[in-house]
């Protein structure tokens, strides 16, 4: 079946680096791809997605390129605030009739000043 | 205005009692979930509705039923509660699959604690 894989955290980074959070998928068609993003003692929230090979998502300094090749999905930021602490989730958008988005198992992100 | 909310937010409960979650969207939208959190953030999905009608159904034991009153609340309803039903519990809301072009909407969150 369809389903997400995404680096085991915690990541700990410090403020203005640079952050990668992978993500590999299996799909058998051509899923959308959505991150999601979990601030403490909240709901998820959509951070960007792609809904097509090649396409890269955007959003708040966040980027992530659709690879069909590579089926990954990683999410990239330049330089991390420490407002971005949070957990973040990949996931598979429904296909062949399921209404279901599949997550991956979430990253936790602590960016320390 | 919230979007998806939940009522409750906390819920602490004794073993083998029955209790309800509350959720309820104002987007429009026509179809909702339940999700699981487990301590270790691992998301699952439990159920689905569109147009009040169940079309997802996972592997959930059958002390969980969800009940949609009509398609703007999708309430869950826990019998005979277990330890292992501790959780946090997530509602959300689409404007229909949540695939190309749209998104899920989530509700903040209850955090259930069996005792």
């Known amino acids: 079946g369809d389903s997400v894989t995404q680096m085991e955290g915690p990541v700990t980074l410090s403020e203005e680096a640079f952050l990668t959070i992978n993500c590999t998928y299996t799909?058998?068609?051509?899923?959308?791809l959505f991150w999601y993003v979990q601030y403490p003692g909240e709901g998820l929230q959509l951070l960007l997605k792609?809904?097509?090979?090649?396409d890269k998502g955007s959003n708040k300094g966040f980027e992530a390129t659709y690879r069909k090749e590579t089926t990954s999905f990683h999410l990239e930021k330049g330089s991390v605030q420490v407002s971005d602490s949070a957990v973040y989730f990949c996931?598979?958008?429904?296909?062949?009739?399921?209404?279901?988005?599949?997550f991956g198992k979430g990253t936790k992100l602590t960016v320390n000043p | 205005d919230t979007a998806v909310s939940q009522t409750p937010k906390y819920l602490v409960t004794q073993m083998g009692n029955d209790k309800s979650i509350k959720c309820e969207q104002n987007?429009?939208?026509?179809?909702m979930y339940w999700y699981k959190q487990d301590s270790k953030k691992f998301l699952k999905i439990m159920f689905s509705?569109?147009?009040?009608?169940?079309?997802i159904n996972e592997t959930v034991p059958n002390r969980f039923s969800p009940k949609s009153p009509d398609k703007a609340h999708l309430n869950l309803h826990i019998n005979s509660l277990e330890l292992g039903d501790s959780a946090v519990y997530f509602c959300?809301?689409?404007?229909?699959?949540?695939?190309?072009?749209?998104?899920?909407?989530f509700g903040q969150g209850t955090r259930l604690t069996v005792v």
């Open positions: 959300a809301s689409s404007r229909g699959s949540p695939g190309v072009n749209t998104e899920a909407f």
């Open positions: 799909a058998t068609g051509y899923p959308s």
């Open positions: 792609a809904t097509k090979a090649d």
């Open positions: 996931a598979l958008g429904p296909q062949g009739g399921s209404e279901k988005l599949v």
């Open positions: 987007l429009g939208h026509d179809t």
């Open positions: 509705y569109n147009n009040k009608e169940l079309i």
